[in-house]
Every structure is written in structure tokens, then in C-alpha cells.
């Protein structure tokens, strides 16, 4: 009987860790010491015009010397899947699989260290675990008559259709939500069941930045501060003039939605900013959560464990 070689992995390092725990330093110094390029696992980050909200890097759209190609750079380092979608447009799980490994792929055939970082934890785990994704389109009819619901209301719906579903997607994240009771009302199936693994695409090695609660607190409450300072509060007016719904998934996350109360004339500025603060804490703490269910995951809080990880890895 012919034994098959087992076909060698390529290798994939992932940086992640919760918002404000500084990944955008840590793997930019990363990538300089490897000869890396950054591809971004972050969900708002791929917004255009929605950058001080999102902690964004201020880089810059060039050509690239080795495909031609305008890519977005920062620090001398490519950025990809960074600030290429309208705020408008949707931006599905399943085409930021397809895109990632797309761009892991590209980067490995020109002789570089992809570097897969961010905080957006299903999209990791899309490329790390090879989810499948179910093959549901999206149905506007239907996204509509949920979107009038409360997350409560939907909340109680899915516990009905996938009790394991309510236990993993975010009682605040009402598109995921959605997403679910969508997939489960077409397939008649649950959405926690078709979530399953694929063989493996990469050699991956996971390091998640740990930075202690109260520091990280610290950190969030200085970086909103500086956001407004920045004028992330033009931002946002600049974004609803060009009449971007606060229903919209660009204007639903954290660094946005907290803003809609102070165009409606309901609060204060003052209190937008503390409502900014008090979520983007619970908006860390629910990262935190994620990531620790992976086992995987290696944690160091300095850039020299993390080299000497990466080093032993590629060797």
C-alpha cells in the first residue's frame, strides 16, 4: 500500500487580544522583525470614512512595487482588507473568509509572513478553524420585519429556533442575531449546528496580547478622550449628513451607535462620550470572553515573548 506524504502546511501567525490592548504597535513591530504584511480581522476597519471611530491606522493608499496594485500602507507595512467598503454596502463573514485566505496566500507566494490581527473573534476563527459557513443569502423581506424587533425580542426568538446560538452570539450585536434567526428560519435547521470545522488551511500560530482589566480600562477611557480630541464627533456628523442610517452594521458598532442619542437631541455630549467609554469596557470584556474559550491561544504581554514565539514557530 502507497503511503502519502502528509502535505506541508503554510504558516499563518495571528495577533489578537481585546480593543485598546495596543495590537496595531505590537504587530507592526512584529512585522518589521519578520517581513510581515497585516491583514486586518477587524469588522469596522474595512469601512471607508470611518476611521478615528475605529482606531484605524493612518496610513495610505499606494501602489504596490511587486503586483501594481494599490494596497494600504502604514509604517512601510502592508495593510490588507483596511478601509475598502462603503459604509453603505453589506460585508458578510463568508467574503471575509474568501478575501483573508485570498490574501494569506498572496503574501506567502511573494516570499513574506502573513499576519492575520484583530479583535473581531469570529473572523479569526473563520480562517484559523476553516468554519463553514453556511450558503444562506442574505434576504432583505425578512432582515426587515427582524430588524423592527428588539434584541430582546430576538433574543427570545432564537432561543426557541437554537438555544446553543443564544449562548454565543452577543445579546448587543442585533446584525448577528439576524444572521442567525435567518439561516435557521431558511434551512429549517439550527445556525449552531452548521458552523463546523474543515480541515485545516494553515499552520496557525495564535498570541493574544494580555494587558490587566484595570489597564486596559485605563486605556480605553484615554484612546476616547483622544478620539474626540481627533474629532471623531465631526466624524460622525459628517457620516449621518451623507445619510448613513443608524441601523446600518457600519453605524452599529462601538465608536458610532453611541452617537445616535446625541444627534436625536436625547443626551448630552458629555454623556455620549461616558456611553462611549462604558462600551467599549464591555465591548473588551466580551472579546475577552471569546478568545479564552480557545485553548490555542498563546498570551504574553511584551513584543520579546512574542518574537521568541514566533521564531521557535518558523523554525
Not at 465591548?283 to 498563546?298: E, H, L, V
Amino acid at each position: 500500500m502507497e503511503i502519502k506524504p502528509v502535505q506541508k502546511l503554510s504558516k499563518l501567525v495571528v495577533v489578537l487580544g481585546p480593543t485598546a490592548s495596543g495590537k496595531t504597535d505590537f504587530s507592526i513591530e512584529l512585522a518589521k522583525k519578520f517581513n510581515g504584511e497585516i491583514i486586518s480581522a477587524d469588522s469596522r476597519q474595512i469601512y471607508k470614512k470611518m476611521n478615528i471611530g475605529t482606531a484605524k491606522v493612518r496610513g495610505a493608499w499606494q501602489k504596490d512595487k511587486v503586483t501594481g496594485e494599490k494596497v494600504f500602507v502604514y509604517e512601510n507595512i502592508p495593510h490588507h482588507l483596511v478601509d475598502f467598503i462603503d459604509p453603505g454596502d453589506e460585508f458578510s463573514l463568508a467574503q471575509f473568509k474568501a478575501l483573508a485566505i485570498a490574501r494569506v496566500n498572496e503574501i506567502i507566494s511573494h516570499g513574506k509572513l502573513p499576519m492575520l490581527v484583530g479583535g473581531t473573534g469570529l473572523y479569526i476563527q473563520a480562517v484559523v478553524d476553516n468554519l463553514l459557513i453556511p450558503a444562506v443569502p442574505p434576504n432583505k423581506k425578512l432582515r426587515q420585519s427582524l430588524e423592527e424587533k428588539t434584541n430582546q425580542e430576538l433574543v427570545e426568538l432564537l432561543k426557541k429556533l437554537d438555544p446553543v446560538a443564544t449562548r454565543t452570539i452577543d445579546a448587543d450585536n442585533k446584525r448577528r442575531l439576524i444572521r442567525a434567526l435567518e439561516v435557521c428560519i431558511w434551512t429549517g435547521k439550527t445556525f449552531s449546528g452548521q458552523q463546523n470545522k474543515g480541515e485545516s488551511l494553515f499552520e496557525c500560530l495564535q498570541i493574544g496580547l494580555s494587558v490587566p482589566r484595570d489597564e486596559l480600562n485605563s486605556r480605553i477611557a484615554e484612546r476616547a478622550e483622544k478620539m474626540m480630541e481627533r474629532g471623531l464627533l465631526e466624524e460622525v456628523r459628517a457620516l449621518v449628513k451623507q445619510r448613513y442610517g443608524w441601523n446600518l452594521p457600519s453605524m452599529s458598532g462601538t465608536g458610532y451607535k453611541q452617537f445616535a442619542g446625541y444627534f436625536k437631541k436625547e443626551i448630552s455630549l458629555e454623556n455620549t462620550v461616558e456611553l462611549l467609554k462604558r462600551d467599549t469596557r464591555r465591548y473588551a470584556r466580551r472579546q475577552m470572553t471569546w478568545f479564552k474559550r480557545d485553548a490555542k491561544i498563546k498570551w504574553v504581554d511584551n513584543v520579546a515573548d512574542a518574537a521568541k514565539l514566533i521564531m521557535e514557530f518558523l523554525n
